[in-house]
């Protein structure tokens, strides 16, 4: 199991194929193996890189408190250790959090970067908001990680064609470490980098799902602050896009590599 030691902690990572680097980083509670229709599709034509970050799947549980400019500077460690100058980057949700992140902190590790149902601050303004963020935490710590993939499976996936989905994200859930997935759940809570986005310069594709849990004004906003930006919205998507949307979202990110080119 391919691991380096990235700020002093232990980072899992996958390579596949050849030829310029695309790097995808999960999002919370996930790990590299939700991107494996993007490997299978991506790695005809690019080095696939695919991690697991600090605090999930195989990666190492690392004490301390988590934050988002904590997990941009494992994966810049990361690609200064594999001996790359620059790479392109997909990053889902948290994922997409610790993409812009890199790109403000690390701008020339970053050439071009997709960010997909991410956000620069997560909305917990409103009480409908608080609670979704209470009811996480209450689901969590009082009836377990297993029973949090289970609501968030029929969330994501409700349609009658997504039930090995939906099992599949109930099984690997229920791997999740408590801790560590609270600490990464707070970072995303304490992290607002709406104001950094005007630093951003490398040409950006922002997706949003139609039925994303954040609205799509959301993701118009990152649009409009982010120099060199487009946005796309992915019809009949949810949360989990490469999941759900497979096909469309693969070829609507491969015309924008090709495009930026």
Known sequence: ????????????YETYGAGSTLLFIHGLGSSAYDWKAQIDYFSAQYKVIVLDLRGHGQSDKAAGLYSIPLFAEDVASLIKNLSLKEVDIVGISLGGMVAMQLAVNYPQLVKKMVI??????????TFKERFQIFLRFFIVKVMGMRKMGKVLAVKLFPKPEHEQIREDMAIRWAKNDIKTYLKSMKAILNCNITNKLKEISCPTLIIGAEFDYT?????????????????VIIKDSRHGTPLDQTEKFNTTVEAFLVEQN
């Open 116 to 125: 997909v149902n991410s956000f620069s601050e997560f909305p917990q303004n």
């Open 215 to 231: 609205p799509v004004s959301k993701k118009e906003l990152m649009t409009s602050r982010i120099k060199n930006a487009e946005l």
């Open 1 to 12: 199991m391919p691991q380096l030691n990235c700020n002093s902690t232990n980072l899992y």
